[in-house]
């Protein structure tokens, strides 16, 4: 089994900036894409970006793009999300979650990951 764990989140005014952590354990920490994706209230589970562990390709949703980052620390076995001119649109939870089947997959897809985490809520104030 694997344990996410995601911490970060708050109350932050619009503009300001944020950095979500994801930290893995529980298995050798070999999956093969981790993704972040988020939840606000009364809405479905979007996508916001996703990391593939031996490439290190990113992706991004277009509501991001330009205002996210996400990045790894392999020693650490930690995702980061660092979250830009954050808007009140961007309230949200947020999760991350672990792919560790192989094989192509949309990695902007939620049932294509193994594990999630629990959650962080970040919420924006305009």
């Known amino acids: 089994q694997v344990q996410l764990v995601e911490s970060g989140g708050g109350l932050v005014q619009a503009g300001g900036s944020l950095r979500l952590s994801c930290a893995a354990s529980?298995?050798?920490?070999?999956?093969?894409?981790m993704g972040w994706f988020r939840q606000a209230p009364g809405k479905e589970r979007e996508f916001v970006a996703a990391?593939?562990?031996?490439?290190?390709?990113?992706y991004y949703a277009d509501s991001v793009k330009g205002r996210v980052t996400i990045s790894r620390d392999n020693a650490k076995n930690t995702v980061y999300l660092q979250m830009n001119s954050l808007k009140p649109e961007d309230t949200a939870d947020y999760y991350c979650?672990?792919?560790?089947?192989?094989?192509?997959?949309?990695?902007?897809?939620?049932?294509?990951?193994?594990?999630w985490g629990q959650g962080t809520q970040v919420t924006v104030s305009s």
């Open positions: 990391l593939t562990w031996s490439g290190g390709r990113t």
């Open positions: 979650a672990a792919r560790y089947g192989g094989g192509v997959a949309d990695l902007s897809v939620g049932r294509w990951y193994d594990y």
């Open positions: 529980g298995r050798r920490f070999s999956s093969n894409a």
